[in-house]
């Protein structure tokens, strides 16, 4: 075989490659739009922020309102919540991060580092186990304040069992975080806009 | 197929036709003369009745597509229409609901009629992993199908399902967002599963394809696990098998037949006739029946990725089991000992529905971890050393000899 013929399987070779290489290119483009129609779209985006009015909720009570398609739990602690809730060290948590939108940095999971400052009654969060996603059931489980026979303020989920305490922070698997905390401001004294 | 085709095109448009397109000569000898051991017991019937149902559920299902609407505010009530305004919609709906069960049915008995026979060893392993990919591909479509009614166990459901994959390292919740197209399942999430819900079995259909292509290059497994040694030892499909499986179909449509009439929601879960709500779970959120024994491994393991994991490997050690069971004797007929650990692993496999169907409290904690650990302790552990410890019965000399064996 002369060197000739050589050099020419080789030129073939390195056609080969490039075409194979622009065509790969080409089918990754054509890919993307394909992959990307499936993530939220423009409507679903604008969809994101709602105000809330907290002063109708009584001490003690919690409503669910529907937020980006999941519940939000907003919940008015009384004073033994919040007592019990700092008690816990921090070492002693599952997950000792805060999962708080309104706090910067790794914050704790301090109690503090759950809720705005002065306004430690109102909890606010997301009832989405960060487990697998089912709602999480309120005065229930092992890790709310225990009088008797009745729970208030902690939280049970019914799908495998995970629970949350007054600020919900997990304390039982299988759920590995605390309950996220969305991003929010006051408005007023009494009124929130979340997202 | 072994030697060319006994296919004699009768006419002289037929054989115009066969010179240009053997069709009719390949569905001869696939689906008339294909040779066939003499020996196929009742076992061997299921993988007929899994194709039967497959046209069941794409005839069914295009016919309810025609009533149904996939959009979060109508969904349920267009199922309930079918149910109370279309003509035949209750049946077509329980015939559809039904037929998915009564498939995975057939398909349980016929997996684990591939385990007890070793239908999975050489040379059927492309085979069986063809099989463990239709499974596969089955579970997912019947996961979707469930959705679309749009009740409290369709949301939920699908709600759980799609957050496994937010235990993905890093990537995870980018992942369930796209899953879902949007912050949690919802109209967007309902519409992707109704397209790919309609798709995916005509991909099964093609699969299914590929599943007898690799059967028929290889030939079937028998009850006596050894090869075909000659003519012999075989019969034509038709009439032998085509009557055997036909009247198997007929026994398994009586009974798919009693569920449709007398009991279409046992099966089922009385929850998915509440409509779904976002906000509220119900309280004890299980899976349809055919899913219950990996949903009780998920539970078992106390850690979220872990639990994933583990979910996952339950089905996917399925695709090495040709290369875990070290035994070569294929049939467990003659394996005295794996006999024993097959019928175990059989009632571990029940077990562990069972514990899924309850709630994660009490000893149904503990039992579902000790048989999470029995069902993969079962693949790694016992599968490939029974192989190097346990001595077999004598095998037959050939089919034909075990067959006249029988019969004195
Ligand atoms: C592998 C085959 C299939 C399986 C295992 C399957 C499974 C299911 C299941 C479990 C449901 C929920 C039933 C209920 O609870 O109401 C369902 C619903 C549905 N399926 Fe399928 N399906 C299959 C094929 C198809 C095909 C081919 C189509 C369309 C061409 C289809 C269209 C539908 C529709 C419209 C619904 C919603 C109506 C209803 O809920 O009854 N399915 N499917
Ligand atoms: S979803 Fe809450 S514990 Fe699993």
Known sequence: ?195 | MSGPSKYQPSSAVGKWFHERLPIVAFAKDHALDFPTPKNLNYWWTFGGILAVMLVVQILTGIVLVMHYTPQTDLAFNSVEHIMRDVNYGWLLRYMHMNGASMFFVAVYIHMFRGMYFGSYKAPREVLWMIGVIIYLIMMATAFMGYVLPWGQMSFWGAKVITNLFSAIPFVGDFVTTWLWGGYSVDNPTLNRFFSLHYLLPFVLAAIVFLHIWALHVVGNNNPTGINVKGPQDTLPFHPYYTMKDGFAIVVFLIVYGLFVFYGPNYMGDAVNYVPANPLVTPAHIKPEWYYLPFYAILRAVPDKLLGVIAMFSSILILLALPWLDTSRVRSGTYRPIFKGFFWVFVVVCIGLGFIGSKPPEGSYVLWGRILAFYYFFHFIVILPLLGLLETPKPLPASISDDVLAKQK
Not at chain 1, 100 to 113: F, I, L, P
Request: with cysteine.
């Open chain 1, 1 to 195: 075989m002369s060197t000739a013929v050589h050099a020419d399987v080789n030129r073939r070779d390195f056609l080969m490659i490039a075409t194979g290489a622009v065509a790969g290119v080409g089918a990754a483009l054509v890919a993307w739009p394909f992959i990307s129609q499936m993530n939220p779209d423009a409507s679903v985006l604008a969809l994101a922020s709602i105000e809330v009015d907290l002063a109708p909720i009584a001490e003690g009570q919690a409503v669910t309102v529907k937020w980006r398609g999941n519940p939000l739990i907003i919940r008015h602690r009384s004073k033994a919540d919040i007592d019990t809730a700092k008690a816990v060290k921090v070492s002693d948590l599952i997950d000792s991060a805060s999962r708080n939108a309104n706090v910067k940095g790794n914050a704790d999971a301090t109690d503090d580092n759950r809720v705005v400052g002065g306004k430690e009654q109102y909890l606010v969060m997301l009832g989405v186990c960060t487990h697998l996603g089912c709602v999480p059931q309120g005065d229930q489980g092992d890790f709310g304040v225990v009088t008797g026979n009745s729970t208030t303020g902690g939280w049970l989920c019914p799908c495998h069992g995970s629970q949350y305490d007054t600020a919900g922070r997990v304390r039982k698997g299988p759920a590995p975080e605390n309950l996220p905390v969305p991003p929010y401001v006051y408005l007023t004294d009494t009124k929130i806009r979340v997202g």
